[in-house]
Each structure stands twice: as C-alpha cells, then as structure tokens.
C-alpha cells in the first residue's frame, strides 16, 4: 500500500530542492505503477536473479533464462509511462532536472519524454553477442525465438514478470536458443548481470552527471546494490543536498538531507507542481 505524503515531508522536499538543478537516480520502485514489480520492495517476494557466471557458464541456465525471458520481455514492452516518469519528464522540460540515472531496462523514463537518461544497466530492447559485439534488436530475436519454438510463449500461462523482462515458468528444458546470426556466438540481453560490472564510460557519465547538478535526487530504489549507492555517496562528498523517495528505508538514509517515505507516483508529481523554476 502506498504511504500517503504526510503534512511536513513534501513541503520539506520542496524547501531542500527548491532552486537547485537536480540530478536523478531512480530505481525499480519508479515502475511498480507501470506493472512491472520491484526487486526489493517491502511487499516483493524474494528472487534469484541469474548471474552473469550462471549465463555464460551453464547451457542450461541460459536455456532457463532465455525461455522465461521470451515471455516476459513483451509484458515489459507493453508497459506505459506512469505519473512519476511523466512527472521527471515535466521538470527536465522546465530546466530543473538536468539528466536522468536510472537502474531500470524498461525505457519508460524514455517513453515519458526525458531526453538526457543514462541507461546505467542496459536496455531490454535489444541483445549483444559475446563473441563478435553485433547488436540485434529484441523485436528481430523475438521472431528468431518464435520460429524455433513454435507457440511456446502463447502456451505459457499465469507467468510473474520480473523488471528485466523476466517471467517464471516450468517448461523450459525443450526450449532452443538463438546464436548469433553473424557469427554464430552467445547472445545475451544488453542488461548489466549481477555479477558484472556497469561499462566504465557509462559509470563516468552518470558521475558527471551528478556533479552537473547542484542536488541529488533518488526515486523508487532502496539503493541496496553499490551500483547507485556510489552516486549518493559521491554527492555526499561533495556537499550536495541529496533527497530519497522509497517506500521503506535505504542503505542511503544516513547520507540523504531527507527521506520522503512515500510512493513515487504521487510524490514526484507532486514535486512537479510545487518547484519553482531555477
């Protein structure tokens, strides 16, 4: 259930915000409106996640993965912008967000009109080969799948989606994978594993990003991962006023100038409305 905004938290965001040009990080919390569930949220249910070693390592792992994610990757894909995205997408407009961080694949911050976002943990919207680094459109690999695996994703029901597209199912033990169609190598979904480390010049960016900005915003990420811990505290270092929006605490609370324990949706939108212009 969302947390309602209580009578001092917004006016108090606004007061730390106010006037300041704000870089963003958001998380997996910002598209739980959306329909995609969260990772670590206080009412998700625990999770596995497949590791980079797990999917290059192991045939059947990647099977596993690549058949629930041939489900899952459309439920994603249909998911609309919420009020949050739309309402980040309003201050970037008005000049007062300068640039978008975000640990999601799903490109709604994208869809809702943000122009500057650094995808930190790739896209789920296309695939790269290990081998030879040809990119292919997830589209294009859909079809691939469809053709091997004829009716497999229309037989599959009462699926979980997960935020990297993503889905729980049983059968997959007959399910055939796609190579590369260039070189015949290991596809992979262009998204950062656990256990695999986010491109150093995608890294430098986001820290630039926040050095860009004379203040810090978080929203929806629980900040539990060194992955987007590491921009707190770099805004931390320098002095910058640093505000978290998540329903439950975050491993950056004790850094933040103010946690507004509240959803996303209404609390970003309702930043929104009530900063000034810079």
């Not at 203040?215 to 910058?240: I, N, T």
């Amino acid at each position: 259930m969302t947390i309602p905004l209580t009578a001092p938290t917004l006016p108090d965001a606004v007061a730390v915000l106010a006037g300041r040009r704000l870089a963003v990080l958001t998380g997996a919390g910002v598209s739980t409106d959306s329909g995609i569930p969260d990772y670590r949220g206080p009412d998700s249910p625990p999770r596995n996640p497949m590791t980079f070693q797990q999917f290059t390592g192991d045939e059947a792992f990647r099977r596993h993965y690549w058949a629930r994610n041939h489900v899952g990757w459309r439920h994603v894909g249909r998911a609309q912008p919420n009020a949050g995205h739309r309402a980040l997408a309003r201050l970037e407009e008005r000049g007062i967000v300068t640039g978008l961080i975000t640990q999601n694949v799903d490109l709604l911050h994208e869809a809702a009109g943000s122009r500057n976002v650094i995808d930190l943990h790739g896209r789920y919207d296309r695939v790269v080969c290990l081998t030879c680094g040809t990119v292919e459109a997830r589209t294009h690999l859909a079809s691939r799948l469809d053709a091997l695996n004829p009716g497999f994703a229309d037989e599959v029901e009462d699926v979980e989606i997960a935020p990297d597209a993503d889905a729980v199912i049983e059968r997959t033990q007959h399910f055939v994978v796609a190579d590369c169609q260039v070189c015949g190598g290991m596809l992979k979904p262009d998204i950062v594993y656990f256990g695999e480390t986010v491109p150093r010049p995608r890294v430098d960016a986001a820290y630039a990003l926040v050095d860009e900005g004379d203040a810090l915003l978080v929203a929806g990420s629980s900040l539990q991962v060194q992955s987007g811990l590491r921009f707190v505290r770099h805004a931390a270092a320098a002095d910058k006023p640093i505000v978290i929006v998540n329903r439950g605490g975050t491993r950056g609370d004790r850094l933040a100038t103010l946690h507004v324990d509240a959803g996303t949706s209404e609390t970003l939108s309702a930043l929104a409305d009530d900063l000034p212009d810079v």
